[in-house]
């Protein structure tokens, strides 16, 4: 089975401008999550998308958006685009197995000057 | 929000050496789960424990949770160059994950 795949694997952005970056799950992985990753803060949640629904959300401004489609594939969107948004994003996705288990992407690194 | 700490936060240690790596927190999970993250990757799930008290071995790791499912520990016997990277616990409450501040382990040859 593939794994995660994400896409682009690196980025880099200048300040103000859009970023849409693109994650594909496992096959038969109904749910997407995505994370920020910095030295500073470590990995935080941003959403979770299950069956193209939003079903978690994390605490990260309303610039951060995403979306899923019914192939599960997932979609994240970040406007104006500011320094501190350069980071590693993980998208993961993840099936029911008597507990939910994630396996994660290599990730998408952003970098904004 | 429910925060898990990890520690230490640095583990630098010679090849051959053991470790315990903590993870520790205040709210209760139905489950803990721990990664392994390489450098420009994403992380790789170790092992899920589930119950309360419960000792799983992967080779030479040892993941214990704790009788109150808050905390838990990783132990690496004979550490090798191969076991660098950043460790992850994360409690998991139904289908919400909460990561751990992680470990970074070196182990020099």
């Known amino acids: 089975k593939a794994g995660v795949t994400q896409t682009p694997r690196y980025l880099i952005k200048t300040r103000g401008q859009q970023v849409t970056l693109s994650c594909s799950p496992i096959?038969?992985?109904?749910?997407v999550s995505w994370y920020q990753q910095t030295p500073g803060q470590g990995l935080q949640f941003l959403f979770e998308?299950?069956?193209?629904?939003?079903?978690n959300k994390g605490n990260f401004p309303g610039r951060f958006s995403g979306r899923q489609f019914s192939n599960s594939r997932s979609e994240m969107n970040v406007s104006t685009l500011e320094l501190g948004d350069s980071a590693l994003y993980l998208c993961?996705?993840?099936?029911?197995?008597?507990?939910?288990?994630?396996?994660f992407g290599p990730g998408t690194r952003l970098t904004v000057t | 929000t429910q925060l898990l700490e990890q520690s230490p936060q640095f583990l630098s240690i010679q090849e051959g050496e053991n470790l315990t790596v903590y993870c520790n927190s205040s709210?209760?999970?139905?489950?803990l789960q721990w990664y392994r993250q390489e450098p420009g990757e994403g992380p790789v799930l170790l092992v899920t424990?589930?119950?309360?008290?419960e000792v799983k071995k992967l080779k030479r790791l040892t993941f214990q949770f704790g009788d109150a499912r808050k905390d838990s520990s990783l132990h690496i016997t004979a550490a090798q160059p191969g076991d660098t990277g950043l460790y992850l616990c994360?409690?998991?409450?139904?289908?919400?994950?909460?990561f751990g501040t992680g470990t970074s382990l070196t182990v020099i040859p």
């Open positions: 096959s038969g992985h109904r749910s």
């Open positions: 994360a409690g998991v409450n139904g289908n919400q994950f909460y």
């Open positions: 424990v589930v119950t309360g008290g």
């Open positions: 998308y299950f069956s193209e629904t939003q079903r």
């Open positions: 993961a996705s993840s099936f029911w197995a008597g507990e939910y288990e994630q396996y």
């Open positions: 709210s209760v999970f139905s489950s």
